[in-house]
């Protein structure tokens, strides 16, 4: 157990941010987190809340004093001014951990890469994304290796899913807040899909950390997930919810297209489209080669956490 580290958390009420600040606080570690209101409800009592913005410099470089590890999950809600806020708030963190000689950890994605990479993903494969936000992720991770002052660690994943994931697929295809009616699936049929369960990244993040002096000054990692198709999934809902017959529908795609100019979150699903017609998978084998084992809840357990997180569940 590590009681002598201490890791300011930019996100920590969304998903990735919140999954790694409860595993790190699982092994002692003292967590703080940045939140533009530290009196709001249901913020968990174990992390010491700083009052701030992510986008000003001098509130990140406050909450930050002192810390070992600074964790940037942060993004614009919605998808919206990601050209104008992610770059910002990124060099907000670079500056924050510089001062602190902190590695920066950035959960990462698989929208840097487009289909030439496919189907296998491996860390130092070329990145040539489709879309304006993978551009954006790409140049994310070039600030970070061009940071040769700031240690960071990167961890790539497929599409996050479970208790407190924000704007996420899942929560596109089993709607929140009411029992599941159906399963809206964007893919191919037959065609499996990376997904990532926050918990087991919080996990891996945390797990990788404790081995902080073996890191290489700028480590890339990816997880590989549960990687499954329509079927599998669909399985796993009608066993979670009790409903054998809930029933598989396609994604209305051509919902996305009538509203994109009118709703920022649509315009970047339908951007995201070709990451469900292209096979691809994360390869971690540099991972297992690490940890010996990448964290894997079962499948069933993640989705009926994530429904039962929806208010899906009775």
């Keep these: 157990m590590n009681t002598s580290k201490t890791a300011l958390?930019?996100?920590?009420?969304?998903?990735?941010?919140?999954?790694?600040?409860?595993?790190?606080?699982?092994?002692?570690?003292?967590?703080?987190?940045?939140?533009?209101?530290?009196?709001?409800?249901?913020?968990?009592?174990?992390?010491?809340?700083?009052?701030?913005?992510?986008?000003?410099?001098?509130?990140?470089?406050?909450?930050?004093?002192?810390v070992d590890v600074l964790v940037h999950a942060v993004n614009p809600?919605?998808?919206?001014?990601?050209?104008?806020?992610?770059?910002?708030?990124?060099?907000?963190?670079?500056?924050?951990?510089?001062?602190?000689?902190?590695?920066?950890?950035?959960?990462?994605?698989?929208?840097?890469?487009?289909?030439?990479?496919?189907?296998?993903?491996?860390?130092?494969?070329?990145?040539?994304?489709?879309?304006?936000?993978?551009?954006?992720?790409?140049?994310?991770?070039?600030?970070?290796?061009?940071?040769?002052?700031?240690?960071?660690?990167?961890?790539?994943?497929?599409?996050?899913?479970?208790?407190?994931?924000g704007n996420n697929w899942f929560a596109a295809m089993i709607k929140p807040g009411r029992p599941a009616r159906s399963l809206l699936y964007p893919g191919r049929h037959g065609l499996p899909h990376a997904w990532a369960y926050l918990p087991d990244v919080g996990e891996t993040v945390a797990r990788l950390l404790e081995r902080?002096?073996?890191?290489?000054?700028?480590?890339?990692?990816?997880?590989?997930?549960?990687?499954v198709d329509e079927a599998a999934l669909l399985a796993a809902v009608r066993r979670t919810t009790g409903n054998a017959a809930l029933p598989l529908r396609a994604f209305p795609w051509w919902l996305t297209w009538l509203a994109a100019p009118f709703v920022v979150m649509l315009r970047e699903l339908r951007e995201?489209?070709?990451?469900?017609?292209?096979?691809?998978?994360?390869?971690?084998?540099?991972?297992?080669?690490?940890?010996g084992e990448e964290p894997h809840t079962p499948l069933d357990q993640a989705v009926e956490a994530t429904l039962r997180s929806f208010g899906c569940l009775k």
């Design 9 to 66: 958390i930019l996100g920590a009420t969304g998903g990735a941010g919140g999954a790694i600040a409860a595993a790190l606080l699982r092994r002692g570690w003292t967590v703080r987190a940045l939140v533009r209101n530290a009196d709001r409800p249901g913020l968990d009592p174990r992390i010491e809340w700083r009052e701030g913005d992510a986008m000003h410099a001098s509130d990140v470089a406050r909450a930050a004093a002192g």
């Design 272 to 291: 995201m489209r070709y990451l469900w017609s292209e096979p691809l998978q994360l390869d971690n084998r540099r991972l297992l080669a690490w940890l």
């Design 77 to 165: 809600p919605g998808y919206r001014d990601w050209d104008k806020l992610v770059l910002p708030m990124l060099d907000n963190s670079l500056a924050a951990a510089r001062a602190n000689a902190a590695r920066l950890v950035l959960p990462g994605t698989v929208y840097n890469y487009g289909p030439d990479a496919f189907p296998l993903l491996a860390e130092d494969d070329p990145q040539q994304p489709l879309t304006r936000k993978g551009a954006i992720r790409v140049a994310m991770e070039r600030r970070l290796a061009e940071a040769t002052d700031v240690r960071s660690l990167t961890l790539r994943c497929g599409d996050f899913f479970g208790p407190r994931a």
């Design 212 to 227: 902080e002096g073996e890191l290489e000054r700028h480590a890339r990692f990816h997880f590989a997930g549960h990687h």
